[in-house]
């Protein structure tokens, strides 16, 4: 499956921003989808996953409250809705596919490219 993320760009610090992930080329249906993120100088880490059902979902304790992970399989396409957002949520964005459960982050290992979220204080 290939991934294309899109919908970053710069924002104020409190304000929302929605992240979308595309997918073609697989059975979006049978894949988990999660967003992992990788600020300037640190290691890339996990921000929200979801089911292959979207009944199911994960989010780091960070983004607890603020972010919400949605997957529309009709459309091929999860989205990461971000709001309150905070300096500390500048980093590079990346969509993942894994056909293992949502919670084994390890083991996502289809990859989109990346989209830039900058927040200003």
């Known amino acids: 499956v290939q991934l294309q993320a899109f919908g970053g760009g710069l924002v104020q610090a409190g304000g929302s921003l929605r992240l979308s992930c595309a997918a073609s080329?697989?059975?979006?249906?049978?894949?988990?989808m999660g967003w992992f993120r990788q600020a300037p100088g640190q290691e890339r880490d996990v921000v929200a996953a979801?089911?292959?059902?979207?009944?199911?979902?994960y989010y780091a304790d960070s983004v607890k409250g603020r972010f919400t992970i949605s997957r529309d399989n009709a459309k091929n396409t999860v989205y990461l809705q971000m709001n309150s957002l905070l300096a500390e949520d500048t980093a590079v964005y990346y969509c993942?596919?894994?056909?293992?459960?949502?919670?084994?982050?390890?083991?996502?290992?289809?990859w989109g490219q990346g989209t830039l979220v900058t927040v200003s204080s």
């Open positions: 993942a596919a894994s056909q293992a459960s949502y919670l084994r982050l390890s083991l996502y290992n289809h």
């Open positions: 080329g697989g059975t979006f249906s049978t894949y988990a």
């Open positions: 979801i089911a292959w059902s979207g009944r199911s979902t």
